[in-house]
């Protein structure tokens, strides 16, 4: 199986107006969206964005008909510690292929917001951080942790930072992932347009020498021409650790795909 992208987003999210006809433009194999779930947003007037599962199922009935490629069903999760319940019953009943877990916001604001420039950045980090460990500590229903480095995306960290300050809280973090069986994400916006690959650099072999041994690219593409964006310097940057194959998942299925 060729690897294939495991975070886009289409117009079924609240910051995209992509269609789906775009990205299949490039022939691939196998088509997962990723769409935004996240309650009580910042990002959108603390509206509740929920994906419309039935618009969803319905899009990808018609394309079947249209298209050679194998359609699964992907949500990205923001998750806010107290909200698992909530969402838990909402996946119970909109059944997906693929669940991404995502930390953006803490009920008040989202990690990007301008908010945070005003705010001490460590103080920042550790409640990033902080809330991220709780989460995986009280979330079961997702396969991949996606952008670690969310959080830190509009402050200037160094790895040296990261590790003096941080190490600690990341090991935890890291150790939970690895104990649920989840993927870390390489995520294209954070190599591209945030410029934190060094970040990554710094977290892979953290994470390997816990035991992790599965990791996912992600371009988050938010528009078509940006699909698998990055892929080859972020399998690059993979390689340079001796990392030589990516994980991707169909439902309760986990498959072991070579690097791009």
Do not use: W
């Not at 996606?146 to 959080?151: A, C, K, Q, S």
């Not at 990554?200 to 041994?213: E, F, H, M, N």
């Amino acid at each position: 199986m060729k690897y294939y992208d495991q975070h886009l987003h289409t117009f079924l999210s609240f910051d995209s107006q992509e269609i789906f006809e775009n990205y299949l433009l490039n022939n691939p194999a196998y088509f997962v969206a990723t769409d935004h779930f996240d309650l009580h947003n910042p990002g959108d007037n603390f509206q509740d964005d929920i994906p419309d599962y039935e618009k969803l199922t319905q899009k990808i009935n018609e394309l079947k008909a249209n298209y050679p490629t194998t359609f699964l069903k992907g949500v990205e999760i923001g998750v806010v510690p107290g909200q698992e319940k909530q969402i838990n019953d909402y996946l119970a009943q909109n059944p997906y292929d693929l669940k991404l877990l995502s930390i953006h916001q803490n009920g008040k604001f989202d990690y990007i917001d301008d908010v945070v420039l005003k705010k001490d950045k460590y103080d920042v980090a550790k409640m990033y951080f902080d809330e991220m460990s709780k989460v995986l500590g009280t979330f079961d229903n997702a396969q991949i942790l996606t952008h670690f480095e969310y959080g830190l995306r509009r402050l200037d960290f160094t790895p040296q930072e990261l590790e003096e300050h941080f190490e600690k809280e990341l090991t935890q973090i890291l150790k939970k992932v690895i104990q649920k069986e989840m993927a870390l994400e390489l995520n294209a916006k954070s190599f591209g347009y945030y410029q934190n690959a060094n970040l990554y650099r710094y977290v892979i072999p953290l994470y390997k020498s816990l035991g992790g041994k599965f990791f996912t690219l992600g371009s988050d593409a938010h528009q078509s021409e940006d699909y698998q964006a990055l892929f080859p310097e972020m399998a690059g940057l993979l390689k340079e650790f001796g990392v030589n194959f990516l994980v991707t998942f169909q439902k309760n299925d986990r498959f072991l795909t070579e690097l791009p």
